[in-house]
């Protein structure tokens, strides 16, 4: 099974708490999402009983633990940008999905790095096909050195 980290803005923003948890959910079906919590809409309250140095801790846990990490990039978060860069120096493998807006842009910081792998979307169905094509790739660039 893959393990999986998912990253999604937080306290920079909950209005894609919804679209998180139906990704999440859809990535359950190949294999463990160590970051469920993302899209729970109670995640705030939840975590009100965590020290900040717990939350940190637990993640970056996670995050090393993880076979690859997908990040939720529309909205601006300075944890996801941050998981983004540590997961790079982890060598991981980083798939971002980002939602173009009227008056919303990417930052270069991501779509300028070659190492990440950036897919636009505008519906929900669209991020699905991009997140089974980035598994599938990720599947056979890997074979059976991965756990599924």
Not at 61 to 90: C, H, M, N, R
Not at 105 to 114: E, F, K
Not at 126 to 145: C, D, H, M, N, P
Request: charged share 25%; hydrophobic share 40%; aromatic share 10%.
């Amino acid at each position: 099974m893959l393990n999986i980290y998912f990253a999604g803005a937080i306290r920079g923003g909950r209005e894609d708490a919804e679209l998180y948890a139906h990704l999440i959910s859809y990535l359950k079906k190949f294999g463990t999402v160590l970051t469920e919590h993302v899209g729970d809409d109670g995640l705030l309250q939840e975590e009100k009983f965590l020290s900040e140095q717990e939350i940190f801790q637990r993640d970056m846990q996670w995050l090393k633990a993880a076979d690859l990490v997908f990040a939720e990039v529309s909205t601006p978060s300075l944890g996801v940008g941050y998981e983004i860069g540590l997961a790079q120096t982890l060598g991981k493998e980083i798939f971002c999905l980002y939602r173009p807006a009227e008056n919303r842009r990417l930052s270069a910081m991501i779509a300028g790095n070659p190492a990440l792998r950036v897919g636009s979307y505008s519906h929900r169905a669209e991020a699905e096909k991009l997140l089974t094509g980035w598994i599938e790739q990720f599947r056979s660039k890997f074979g059976e050195t991965i756990r599924i």
